[in-house]
């Protein structure tokens, strides 16, 4: 089995604004260490995957950035999109150029931008993943048990074994983010929150685009290799051709080629300032990132990019210091942040921020 990442890095992450900007969305942020997540991302598949293996789709205008974030990633694989299409597009793309990699070529579609701790489970993992989609010819997505009903992810419905003594299981239905009541019904069900991470052997996914997105299918048909000269054309009359609708939509919730192993690692998807409050918190409960001197502060998440954060007698904070940007919330309202992005739009000084 050889494994190919295929990391999805298109995002803007503008709930970890003030420090996430459009030039540097939250996939190139040192968050959960001194590297960016996208550098994090794929350290933690090796030894199993290489980074010459590994490709990463991505907004044109991030390629630069993208690419000196994983220098050892070939360039021909750093994809620029002309335009956001969500990640049908993206993911047939890399089908295609995979094809033919070998009959023992997996491509593994992972965000760039989660907390996912052990690596070493991961790994396990996605290794018996690999070895199920190659065997049975699926689709396996990566299933996380949930520790709490949340409202804010997909869940996947399990079905029965996909053969004795496997730990897949058969998808029996996706299920749209939930309201609270439904979302304990589903915990209480046995549901598993879909974590967008699945694989694929290239052939496959293509045989399922071609019937389940037909518009898709056509527009990849005479696609050069990524070398070629004319790449950037050729990417945008893909682009135009293509609708814009994400992979589960497009295929997942219409393949009868589904399944799903439960997931052995912890896994979160870092969506606000407040999921950083995680193991590495001190005994007053703080998770501090940077320079910070802190006296009677407890519960908080404190993150210092320049200069040194200073707080007294304050609970349940999240603050973050920027060179030119200091935010100051409720930890609990964290995932707010986005409406002060939206009305730094509206203003003219503050939307030179963002």
């Known amino acids: ?16 604004w003030p420090l996430s900007r459009r030039a540097r969305p939250k996939q190139l942020l040192p968050l959960l260490s001194d590297r960016p997540m996208i550098a994090d991302t794929l350290a933690r598949l090796t030894p199993l995957a290489k980074p010459a293996d590994a490709w990463v789709i991505t907004a044109r205008d991030l390629e630069p950035a993208i690419r000196a974030a994983v220098p050892d990633v070939p360039a021909r694989q ?5 335009t956001g299409k969500n990640t049908a597009p993206a993911v047939a793309l890399a089908a295609w150029w995979l094809r033919g990699a070998g009959p023992d070529a997996v491509a593994a579609v992972l965000p760039s931008d989660h907390r996912i701790e052990p690596a070493d489970a991961l790994r396990r993992d996605l290794e018996e993943a690999a070895g199920v989609a190659l065997e049975r010819r699926a689709i396996v997505v990566l299933g996380i048990p949930p520790t709490h009903p949340e409202t804010g992810y997909g869940y996947i419905e399990t079905g029965e074994l996909a053969a004795p003594g ?7 239905a996706f299920r749209e983010k939930p309201d609270r009541d ?6 209480t069900a046995g549901h598993l929150w879909n974590a967008g991470m699945f694989l694929f052997s290239p052939e496959v996914m293509l045989e399922e685009i071609r019937v389940h997105a037909p518009e898709i299918g056509a527009a990849l048909e005479g696609l050069p290799d990524p070398a070629a000269p004319d790449l950037e054309r050729a990417l945008e009359r893909y682009y135009a051709a293509v609708p814009s609708i994400s992979i589960d939509y497009a295929v997942m919730e219409r393949t009868r080629n589904a399944l799903v192993l439960p997931a052995r690692f912890g896994w979160d998807d870092l969506g606000s300032w ?8 001190n005994q007053a409960g703080n998770t501090v990132r940077g ?5 009677d502060v407890a519960g908080s998440v404190v993150f210092a990019e320049d200069g040194l954060v ?3 007698g304050v609970r349940d904070l999240v603050i973050v210091r920027t060179g030119d940007v200091t935010l100051v919330c409720p930890r609990e309202r964290a995932q707010e942040v986005r409406a002060l992005v939206e009305r730094a739009r509206k203003e003219p000084d503050a939307s030179k921020l963002l």
Do not use: K, N, Q
């Open 1 to 16: 089995m050889r494994l190919h990442p295929v990391i999805l890095a298109g995002g803007r992450g503008e709930r970890f």
């Open 182 to 187: 439904t979302a304990a019904r589903y915990v």
């Open 310 to 312: 200073a707080a007294l």
């Open 291 to 295: 320079r910070a001197l802190l006296e």
């Open 78 to 82: 750093v994809i620029g999109e002309p």
């Open 166 to 172: 496997s730990r897949a299981r058969r998808v029996a």
């Open 274 to 281: 407040a999921a950083l409050a995680g193991s590495d918190r």
